[in-house]
Protein backbone atom coordinates (compact mmCIF):
# COMPACT_ATOMS: atom_id res chain seq x y z
CA UNK A 1 0.00 0.00 0.00
CA UNK A 2 2.73 2.46 1.15
CA UNK A 3 4.56 2.62 -2.45
CA UNK A 4 1.38 2.69 -4.83
CA UNK A 5 -1.51 4.15 -3.00
CA UNK A 6 -0.06 6.65 -0.79
CA UNK A 7 1.37 8.59 -3.49
CA UNK A 8 -1.10 8.78 -5.48
CA UNK A 9 -3.92 9.50 -2.22
CA UNK A 10 -0.99 12.34 -1.67
CA UNK A 11 -0.91 13.48 -4.79
CA UNK A 12 -4.78 13.97 -5.38
CA UNK A 13 -5.02 16.03 -1.70
CA UNK A 14 -1.72 17.98 -1.94
CA UNK A 15 -2.32 21.98 -3.33
CA UNK A 16 -0.96 22.04 -6.36
CA UNK A 17 2.11 24.36 -5.03
CA UNK A 18 2.52 21.31 -2.86
CA UNK A 19 2.08 18.49 -5.16
CA UNK A 20 5.87 17.56 -6.22
CA UNK A 21 7.72 17.93 -3.43
CA UNK A 22 5.30 15.71 -1.00
CA UNK A 23 5.70 13.35 -3.45
CA UNK A 24 9.28 13.45 -3.47
CA UNK A 25 9.47 13.54 0.34
CA UNK A 26 7.09 10.25 0.23
CA UNK A 27 9.69 8.21 -1.97
CA UNK A 28 12.29 9.65 0.50
CA UNK A 29 11.14 8.15 3.61
CA UNK A 30 10.35 4.87 1.47
CA UNK A 31 14.02 5.00 0.19
CA UNK A 32 15.17 5.56 3.83
CA UNK A 33 13.07 2.92 5.43
CA UNK A 34 14.26 0.24 3.04
CA UNK A 35 18.08 1.41 3.84
CA UNK A 36 17.37 1.22 8.01
CA UNK A 37 16.15 -2.38 6.95
CA UNK A 38 19.32 -3.51 5.34
CA UNK A 39 21.45 -1.88 8.09
CA UNK A 40 19.35 -3.54 11.06
CA UNK A 41 19.93 -6.65 8.69
CA UNK A 42 23.73 -6.84 9.52
CA UNK A 43 24.74 -9.53 11.66
CA UNK A 44 25.80 -7.19 13.86
CA UNK A 45 22.65 -5.97 14.95
CA UNK A 46 19.35 -8.01 14.19
CA UNK A 47 20.66 -10.27 11.60
CA UNK A 48 20.86 -13.47 13.78
CA UNK A 49 18.99 -15.93 14.51
CA UNK A 50 17.71 -14.69 17.92
CA UNK A 51 17.01 -11.04 16.40
CA UNK A 52 14.64 -11.90 12.93
CA UNK A 53 12.19 -12.26 15.01
CA UNK A 54 12.62 -8.48 16.32
CA UNK A 55 13.43 -7.17 12.66
CA UNK A 56 10.51 -9.18 11.24
CA UNK A 57 8.54 -7.50 14.23
CA UNK A 58 9.94 -3.81 13.71
CA UNK A 59 8.08 -3.97 10.12
CA UNK A 60 4.61 -4.11 11.97
CA UNK A 61 4.56 -1.05 13.30
CA UNK A 62 4.26 1.06 10.24
CA UNK A 63 1.57 -0.98 8.76
CA UNK A 64 -0.66 -0.94 12.20
CA UNK A 65 -0.22 3.35 12.38
CA UNK A 66 -1.37 3.48 8.94
CA UNK A 67 -4.67 0.92 9.85
CA UNK A 68 -5.34 3.32 12.42
CA UNK A 69 -4.99 6.55 11.00
CA UNK A 70 -6.57 5.10 7.77
CA UNK A 71 -10.29 5.64 9.36
CA UNK A 72 -9.57 9.50 10.07
CA UNK A 73 -8.33 10.32 6.97
CA UNK A 74 -11.37 12.29 4.50
CA UNK A 75 -11.96 11.03 1.25
CA UNK A 76 -9.84 12.15 -1.73
CA UNK A 77 -11.84 15.00 -3.02
CA UNK A 78 -10.43 14.62 -6.72
CA UNK A 79 -12.23 11.50 -6.71
CA UNK A 80 -15.23 12.50 -5.07
CA UNK A 81 -15.80 15.24 -7.45
CA UNK A 82 -14.37 13.78 -10.53
CA UNK A 83 -15.51 10.31 -10.65
CA UNK A 84 -18.39 10.09 -7.93
CA UNK A 85 -19.81 13.38 -8.91
CA UNK A 86 -20.55 14.15 -5.01
CA UNK A 87 -19.26 17.95 -5.05
CA UNK A 88 -20.46 18.94 -1.89
CA UNK A 89 -18.44 15.81 -0.06
CA UNK A 90 -15.30 17.84 -2.07
CA UNK A 91 -16.29 20.73 -0.96
CA UNK A 92 -16.58 19.50 2.53
CA UNK A 93 -13.47 16.91 2.03
CA UNK A 94 -11.40 20.22 0.82
CA UNK A 95 -12.18 22.75 3.91
CA UNK A 96 -11.37 19.93 6.18
CA UNK A 97 -7.72 19.03 4.49
CA UNK A 98 -7.18 23.17 3.63
CA UNK A 99 -8.81 24.13 7.29
CA UNK A 100 -9.78 27.18 5.71
CA UNK A 101 -13.03 27.83 3.39
CA UNK A 102 -11.52 29.12 0.61
CA UNK A 103 -11.24 26.44 -1.60
CA UNK A 104 -13.10 27.78 -4.92
CA UNK A 105 -9.56 28.01 -6.57
CA UNK A 106 -9.14 24.31 -6.10
CA UNK A 107 -12.82 23.03 -7.26
CA UNK A 108 -12.09 25.24 -10.68
CA UNK A 109 -9.10 23.54 -10.78
CA UNK A 110 -10.77 19.99 -10.71
CA UNK A 111 -12.96 21.16 -12.97
CA UNK A 112 -10.50 21.83 -15.51
CA UNK A 113 -9.11 18.86 -15.02
CA UNK A 114 -11.82 16.49 -15.13
CA UNK A 115 -12.85 18.65 -18.75
CA UNK A 116 -9.32 17.60 -20.16
CA UNK A 117 -9.99 13.76 -19.19
CA UNK A 118 -13.03 13.95 -20.84
CA UNK A 119 -11.43 15.75 -23.99
CA UNK A 120 -9.27 12.98 -24.18
CA UNK A 121 -10.18 9.82 -26.69
CA UNK A 122 -10.55 6.92 -25.26
CA UNK A 123 -8.89 4.02 -26.39
CA UNK A 124 -9.71 0.14 -26.08
CA UNK A 125 -7.11 -2.54 -24.87
CA UNK A 126 -7.06 -3.93 -28.30
CA UNK A 127 -6.68 -0.49 -30.15
CA UNK A 128 -3.24 -0.37 -27.45
CA UNK A 129 -1.99 -3.78 -28.27
CA UNK A 130 -2.36 -2.80 -32.19
CA UNK A 131 -0.57 0.39 -32.22
Not at 12 to 17: G, S, T, V
Amino acid sequence: LNTSLVPMYISEIAPLNLRGGLGTVNQLAVTVGLLTSQVLGVDYLLGTDEGWPYLLGIAVFPSILQLILLPICPESPRYLLISKGQEQAAREALKRLRNTPNIEDDIEEMRAEEMAQQAESQITMFELLRS
